[in-house]
């Protein structure tokens, strides 16, 4: 299932290192692949597709998913 999000980029340094995403509303996604190297910027505000991924994995910190597209928040 796809998904549009709005929210902030962060590096946790567990379990090997991930990329999670925040919004505003508290929900908490684990980004497994899909985000470029360029926008790897922690508190860096995004806009973001995202699709549900079925994995177990070992950062219980959010919900696994695949980046789709992925574009910086434009400053207004």
Known sequence: MMKQLEGTLSY???????????DADGNRYVLLDGLPDSLKKDGLCVE??????????TAMWGT???VVSVKPVSAS
């Open 64 to 66: 696994y998913v695949h």
């Open 12 to 22: 946790h340094d567990l379990e090997g290192g991930f990329w999670g995403l925040s």
């Open 48 to 57: 973001a597709t995202v699709e549900s991924a079925h994995v177990l994995g």
